[in-house]
């Protein structure tokens, strides 16, 4: 079950569970879309993959108690800035190499 986590690890934006500029990789790490294509370049700081848009979880429940309500989102923030200059070093080596094939 995903945690729907409730910031941006690096800016703090907001990223209710209805927001469709969540981006997450396969951790969960969770960035907003604007940190992901600007600062990180699709490479996640903490394990190096890249990064989809985060599925947002119902918020009716439509079938079999399948719902927000019943899987409320994380509401504690993962907060931990990435130092550019650092992130920078650590992603050029593997920028130009597709998420998939890292």
Known sequence: MLELRP???????????????ARICSYECT???????????????????????RPVRPAR???GDNYLGK?????AP???PVDPAA???FAAAIVA?????R
């Open 61 to 63: 429940n439509w079938k």
């Open 31 to 53: 960035f907003c879309a604007d940190c992901v294509d600007g600062l990180l370049r699709n490479v996640c700081p903490n394990c190096g993959g890249g990064f989809m848009p």
């Open 78 to 80: 993962k907060y931990r």
């Open 7 to 21: 910031s941006c690890e690096h800016c703090d934006k907001a990223l209710p569970p209805h927001a469709t500029d």
């Open 87 to 89: 992130h920078a070093a």
């Open 97 to 101: 190499i597709p998420p998939q094939e």
């Open 71 to 75: 899987d409320p989102a994380r509401t």
